[in-house]
């Protein structure tokens, strides 16, 4: 069973950073694409940023081009999410997820087919 755990999550004031991770255990890491979604209160989940398999290709939602960055570690078997420049438009409860899908980047929900609890950042205005 493939289990995924965030971490990193907190309050942040405008214009901070955060990094947040993905800790994915119980299958083979480097086998799964990995992507993190946000769902703000009284929205729906949206997709945030993935990464491929070997990590050269990488897509980012247009609201968090050039401030947040992804990246996965293998040998660690965590997948990061560098949060800069953070907006109060942020604040949501950010999930991680991985995908068996090869090809190109995941960015749709139904082709992920594990994820964590979620961790909440709050951006304090």
């Known amino acids: 069973q493939v289990q995924l755990e965030e971490s990193g999550g907190g309050a942040v004031q405008a214009g901070g950073s955060l990094r947040l991770s993905c800790a994915v255990s119980?299958?083979?890491?480097?086998?799964?694409?990995l992507g993190w979604f946000r769902q703000a209160p009284g929205k729906q989940r949206e997709f945030v940023a993935a990464i491929n398999q070997n990590g050269r290709s990488l897509s980012y939602a247009d609201s968090v081009k050039g401030r947040f960055t992804v990246s996965r570690d293998n040998a660690k078997t965590t997948v990061y999410l560098q949060m800069s420049s953070l907006k109060p438009e942020d604040t949501a409860t950010y999930y991680c997820?991985?995908?068996?899908?090869?090809?190109?980047?995941?960015?749709?929900?139904?082709?992920?087919?594990?994820w964590g609890q979620g961790t909440q950042v709050t951006l304090l205005s």
């Open positions: 997820a991985a995908s068996r899908n090869w090809g190109s980047v995941p960015t749709a929900e139904a082709v992920y087919d594990y």
């Open positions: 119980g299958g083979i890491f480097s086998l799964y694409s």
